[in-house]
């Protein structure tokens, strides 16, 4: 079976209406679900979601009534969560080759090329220091329906 791995970032999109991308975003995931293309995440996955959503309400820019609607629309969206042989060495090998500060963005990256598979991110940061050296880390801005072609 195919495989996108998506990091937190990705995922917000999802749920949060008026998040910059939201489009592309709906569209993977719809186009992952018409494919049967399966979603998997870094162990870290659920914390990041959650940790934002705790974050907005924590801040007013979100209910605890909207919390509780975002909770149960991202829980309801098959991702499978993957611990990887592996993964926590190279997740430290990619924070060291592209000088992280953090490994989070670096796990998700790792779990992606241990499994063969497209990362998407919406993280622009890490995209754009990564991107070139690996070409498997992919922008959500970029997603186009082609992509599951390839």
């Keep these: 079976m195919r495989e ?29 679900i018409s494919n049967g293309i399966a979603l998997i995440s870094a162990p870290l996955f659920p914390y990041e979601v959650d940790s ?11 209910t605890q009534d909207e919390a509780a609607t975002v ?11 993957v611990e990887s042989s592996g993964l926590r060495q190279r997740t430290r090998e990619i924070s ?5 500060r953090l490994v ?19 993280d622009t940061r890490f995209h754009r220091v990564v991107a070139g050296d690996m070409p498997f880390v992919k ?9 599951i072609n390839s």
């Design 4 to 32: 996108w791995c998506i990091d937190a970032s990705v995922a917000i999109k999802w749920i949060v209406e008026t998040e910059r991308d939201r489009d592309r975003a709906l569209a993977l995931l719809k186009a992952s």
């Design 52 to 62: 934002y959503v705790r974050q907005r309400v924590h801040n007013g820019s979100m």
């Design 71 to 81: 909770f149960r629309g991202i829980d309801a969206i098959k991702i499978e969560i």
């Design 96 to 100: 060291e080759r592209f000088n992280q």
């Design 104 to 122: 989070y963005d670096s796990l998700y990256a790792a779990l992606a090329d241990l499994r063969g598979c497209d990362l998407w991110t919406a």
């Design 139 to 147: 922008h959500i801005s970029n997603f186009e329906i082609l992509d």
